[in-house]
């Protein structure tokens, strides 16, 4: 009789712990569905937004690789904007969240029920990395130039160094270099200008 009352109290124990284990199992696939569900739902949400936005991003310049524009799977679906910047959702399902990763933290671009009012505003931020390329690069072509100036100016210039003492016959040399470079400019204005007398000279002969 013992031994009987044993194998009924294990039995027993055995049945309670199956339904436990039936019972996590349920628990486990219902809370399954429910993340199943939120991801979906969310993921559908971006997804109108990323259709939205799309004109948008067609707009970008295609040399301008930085930005994503793609809507990545997982837990928690984002639409990436860059490498630094992505559109999620609120625990609601509702609310679209515009967040960025800065040195000193995340913060909050944009956040509303509204689909409008988040796109209005990943717009505006495209918008703006556009203009500082563009910006950054006119910079870099306004300091090419700038130095290649100054590179003419200090070829075009003289030595700050002269000699104490100059040779003569140098100077004297130089001075009518001076004289007959201008007797050259001198006579090929008179040319110039009284070419057309020159050549009714010729035709008079």
Known sequence: MKDAGENITQIDQSRKLSDAIRDVKNAFADRDDVVVEMREAHRMRLDLLAAELAPVFGDVPADMDSFDFAVSSGLQPRLWIDAISHVAMGRDRRTYRFLKDTRIGRVVLAESTEMKVVAD?????????????????????????????????????????????????????????????????????????????????????
């Open 121 to 205: 505003q990943v717009t505006r931020y495209v918008a703006e990395r556009v203009v500082e390329r563009q910006r950054m690069m006119e910079g870099g072509i306004e300091q090419a130039v700038a130095g290649l100036k100054r590179a003419l100016v200090a070829e075009a210039e003289p030595p700050l160094h002269v000699p104490a003492r100059s040779n003569g016959w140098s100077a004297f040399f130089s001075g009518l270099g001076l004289i007959a470079a201008g007797a050259l400019v001198g006579l090929a204005i008179s040319l110039v200008l009284f070419w057309d007398r020159i050549v009714a000279m010729k035709i008079s002969f």
